[in-house]
């Protein structure tokens, strides 16, 4: 059975002792990207008659075909399933959530607080394939394979911030300071959580890498005010954010990362209290809400009518997206050769 990711945050640092560190391993590691073959999908739990809902995956077929092939990919590797299972497996909302895959006509992800939909757009995927399929520097030309498993951890990363938006807003959680580093700081939790479980830290890696490519890409000329204002963090902001997290949840194991000034040592000084005190804040806010038992496996009837927990006139006008209102500039993607390719 996979494991119950959302769950094993709370329990970690509950077990850990309620914000204490875990036990440092004292061999050092590089984390390495892995290839997980696609599964057979285990039916994804959906809402029975009697009021029991959940988060229901969903594909919107795309009007533009050049993006029929990444449909197919995420189709094929059970990815929206594989999302929604992991939000089932930690929670029962308080309606049906939809988790769609569509065309957005942009590069973006999403929560939209008056839908209450998640939503993870194929222009995302196909930009992430466009970004990933780019050599680093000094290092030969990635393959389609690889390329893949980089867009399946990075949207791992982004599925788990959107799904962050969803929970502070379900449950009215009380956040301090921007609502969007706090739902990266819930994403980096959860995929190093689930990455200590599987000795597999794909995911955690492709989303740091992620962040240093956009930064890269988008913030190497002059910055503008707009830059400074949006609710956004800056994206090389975010890379040294999930990379110092990553560092402080084992910094035996991730001395390298300080070693090769991956990540600046006055920042590595911080780090391991930097994660404590945040598993520790995200375990007090998610606890309360845990579901108690794993959710059926059985399908059953999904209601006709959803009943709506927000009061009438609270709607939110606004949708919370994993990147900045200034999308990232688009070149010409090559759909062909980078898509998806391992189940989350």
Known sequence: MRPRPLVAVVLAVVLAGCGTTQPTRETPVTPTVTTAAPATPTPTPTPSATGTFAFVPSYETPRDKAL?????????????????????????????????????????????????TITMCYEMADYLAELFAKPAEGEEKPTAQE?????????NGIYFHELGHALIDLYDLPTTGKEEDAVDQLSALVLITEAEDDKDYGSIISTIEA??????????????????????????????????????????????LVADGSLPVDRAMRCEQEYAKMARAWATLLGPHLREEPPSLTPSAVPTSTPSAR?????????????????PAMASVDRTGAPPGAKP
């Open 311 to 327: 009061p009438p006139g609270e709607a939110q006008s606004r949708a919370r997206g994993a990147v900045s209102s200034r999308p």
């Open 211 to 256: 962040w240093g490519r956009m930064s890269k890409e988008t913030e190497t000329g002059p910055l503008e005010q707009g830059d400074f204002a949006d609710d956004h963090s800056l994206s090389g902001q975010r890379y040294y954010n999930v990379m110092c997290y990553l560092y402080g949840s084992n910094h035996n194991a991730f001395l390298p």
């Open 147 to 155: 390329v893949g498993e980089h867009v399946v951890g990075a949207l």
């Open 68 to 116: 029929l092939p990444t449909e197919k990919k995420m189709r094929q590797n059970h990815l929206v399933e594989g999302w929604a299972e992991a939000a089932n497996d930690g929670f029962v909302p308080p309606q049906n959530i939809p988790v769609i895959a569509k065309q957005c006509d942009t590069v973006n992800a999403f929560y939209d607080e008056e839908e209450r």
